[in-house]
């Protein structure tokens, strides 16, 4: 069973592009993880257990339906290893995708790590529709 990523963090990126990724996500993420290209123009942070399961999913579908997002999801992906302070190296084209510049947001999304603009990441949570959480809510029994 895989540990959840829940919570989240602020933090700014350096002048070379790195990062801090919380002891608390570092413990869960593993030794070596990847970063790549998320949703709604954040990061997605994953664990290998997690990429392990994307490939099955993937390999279960015909190639036509799979090979734009396998060129994206993993042309932009990146192999991390954090540094003896926590760190990890964003790659530019990744830092471009998802408007990273000093201030970031890391938030725990179960599965994941999505790590947004801080700004982004404010009017991401302001478009969230009360009636659709909870209507989500009752659609997985809660």
Not at 104 to 121: K, R
Request: charged share 20%; aromatic share 8%.
């Amino acid at each position: 069973m895989m540990t959840r990523l829940i919570g989240s963090y602020q933090h700014n990126i350096d002048q070379k592009g790195r990062v801090i990724i919380p002891a608390k996500y570092r413990e869960c993420l593993g030794e070596v993880f990847y970063i790549t290209c998320g949703t709604d123009g954040c990061l997605f942070v994953m664990p290998e257990k997690q990429i392990e399961i994307i490939e099955e999913r993937i390999a279960a579908l015909p190639i036509s339906q799979t090979s734009g997002f396998q060129r994206m999801f993993y042309s932009l992906a990146s192999e991390c290893q954090p540094d003896k302070q926590g760190r990890i190296l964003i790659p530019q084209v990744l830092r471009d995708y998802a408007g990273l510049e000093k201030d970031v947001t890391i938030i725990g999304a179960g599965t994941h790590l999505e790590i947004w603009n801080s700004e982004s990441w404010s009017k991401a949570q302001s478009n969230i529709n009360p009636d659709d959480f909870l209507s989500l809510m009752s659609n997985i029994g809660l």
